[in-house]
């Protein structure tokens, strides 16, 4: 019996330090690139090929990009990324295909800016925010000294 509960209890440590993988954006693989012809493939041939674009160019319609990752968890451990690529195509004004390149598959680590962005406004100090309401309001207002008089004498 003690046997059978270590079989198990092993067995399980075992499962839980596989690798779990996923995939992420569109990986796109050589022989798919290599389907691709410039000067004679259209867009609807890429699409077709390589499926939507994962981004296209925020100031060029005619620029597409493919951006993969695969990446490999295991255990409590972080994520690491074990294949990424970035895959650029260009198009003519008339939709076919001028080229097809990859542009690297390392992502830039991008610095968080910690600095404050001002803002206009008033800058009150604690004691400012907690007095400052002090003497705004007028107690209840007699109806009678209202423009108008009360309708109701």
């Not at 046997?3 to 440590?13: E, M, P, S």
């Not at 996923?22 to 004679?40: C, E, F, H, I, W």
């Not at 990859?102 to 800016?113: F, L, Q, R, T």
């Not at 004691?127 to 309708?151: I, W, Y």
């Amino acid at each position: 019996m003690k046997n059978l509960c270590f079989i198990l209890l092993a067995a399980t440590a075992l499962t839980a330090c596989t690798p779990m993988v996923s995939n992420r954006g569109n990986l796109v693989k050589d022989y798919q690139m290599a389907t691709l012809q410039p000067g004679v493939t259209t867009k609807s041939d890429v699409l077709r090929a390589l499926g939507s674009p994962t981004t296209q160019d925020a100031f060029d319609e005619n620029k597409w990009f493919y951006i993969g990752q695969v990446k490999s968890k295991t255990g409590i451990f972080d994520p690491k990324v074990t294949e990424e690529r970035i895959v650029a195509v260009t198009f003519n004004k008339d939709g076919i295909m001028e080229s097809i390149k990859d542009v690297g598959g390392k992502g830039e680590a991008i610095p968080y800016n910690r600095d404050k962005t001002p803002t206009s406004g008033h800058d009150y100090t604690v004691m400012q925010q907690l007095l400052g309401n002090l003497g705004r309001f007028n107690g209840q207002t007699d109806k009678k000294s209202l423009p108008g008089g009360d309708p109701s004498h």
